[in-house]
C-alpha cells in the first residue's frame, strides 16, 4: 500500500488537484476556477488540456503519485453505463472498482464521477444538475465522495424546460442534451461553458461548473488542515 506523504501547505498557496481520465478537461476548468493547481491524467494524448498534462494509466498514476496531491477527482469512463453505448451494444472497461481502490490507498480526499447507470457501483453519490448552476442542460452526473471528504445533496429545481432528443438539434425555448453525435457545437460550448473543446470533449464531460462547486466546497472543509504557516 502506497503510503501518504505529508503534504505542507504555505498559506495562500493554491492546493494540488489530480484530474484523473481528464479527457478535454471539463473538471478541470471548475477545479481550477475555485482554485486548484490542476493537473490531468489520461491514456490517450490531450491536446486541448488547459492545465499541465501527464499521459498515462490514471489508475497506475494514482497508485504511484496521488498521494502528492491534496484533492482527486476521477471520471473513469462512462460509456459501458451509457444509455447511448448500451443503444449500439458497444463493449467498454468497468474501471470504477479499480479507481476507488487505487484511491483508498493515497490517504487523500477524492470524488469519482460517473452516469446514472453507474448508480448501483457507487456509494452514496451526490447528484448535480444543470439546474442548480444556472445552466440550459439538464447533465446529471453522480459523485461518490470519499477520504474523508462529505458532499451534501443541493436542492434540485423541477425540469421546467422541455429537454430536445437525443442528438438532435436543439428548438428554441429547449435544453439541449449534448450527447453522442450531436450537433450545434457552437451552442454546446456556450451552455456548457467549454469553448476550447471539441463535439468529443464535450459528449464526455462534466460542465466546469459542477467541479467548481466540488472544489469551493473542498477549500471550505479541508483548506484548514492543508495550510501551514511558513
Not at 459501458?80 to 483508498?104: M, Y
Not at 443541493?154 to 450527447?179: I, L, S
Request: hydrophobic share 35%; charged share 20%; proline share 11%.
Amino acid at each position: 500500500m502506497t503510503q501518504p506523504t505529508t503534504i505542507r501547505r504555505v498559506r495562500g498557496h493554491r492546493p494540488r488537484l489530480l484530474d484523473a481520465f481528464c479527457r478535454q478537461g471539463g473538471a478541470g476548468k471548475g477545479y481550477n476556477d475555485a482554485g486548484f493547481d490542476v493537473t490531468g491524467i489520461d491514456i490517450d494524448p490531450q491536446p486541448l488540456y488547459p492545465y499541465r498534462f501527464v499521459q498515462g494509466d490514471a489508475v497506475d498514476f494514482i497508485r504511484e503519485h496521488g498521494a502528492e496531491f491534496d484533492f482527486i477527482h476521477t471520471s473513469p469512463p462512462c460509456q459501458l453505463d451509457s444509455d447511448c453505448q448500451r443503444l449500439h451494444s458497444n463493449t467498454h472497461p468497468d474501471l470504477i472498482e479499480p479507481t476507488r481502490a487505487a484511491l483508498e490507498t493515497t490517504g487523500r480526499p477524492w470524488v469519482i464521477e460517473n452516469v446514472r447507470g453507474a448508480l448501483p457501483k457507487l456509494r452514496e453519490p451526490v447528484m448535480l444538475c444543470g439546474t442548480m448552476f444556472a445552466l440550459k442542460t439538464y447533465r446529471h452526473r453522480y459523485f461518490e465522495p470519499g477520504g474523508g471528504f462529505t458532499l451534501d445533496q443541493p436542492p434540485h429545481p423541477a425540469h421546467t424546460v422541455p429537454q430536445a432528443k437525443m442528438g438532435r438539434p436543439v428548438p428554441p425555448g429547449h435544453y439541449g442534451q449534448f450527447v453522442g453525435n450531436f450537433s450545434g457545437v457552437p451552442l454546446a460550448r456556450r451552455v456548457m461553458g467549454v469553448p476550447w473543446m471539441t463535439r468529443d470533449g464535450i459528449r464526455e464531460c462534466i460542465p466546469p461548473a459542477y467541479a467548481e462547486h466540488i472544489g469551493r466546497t473542498a477549500l471550505r472543509s479541508l483548506a484548514p488542515a492543508w495550510e501551514v504557516a511558513a
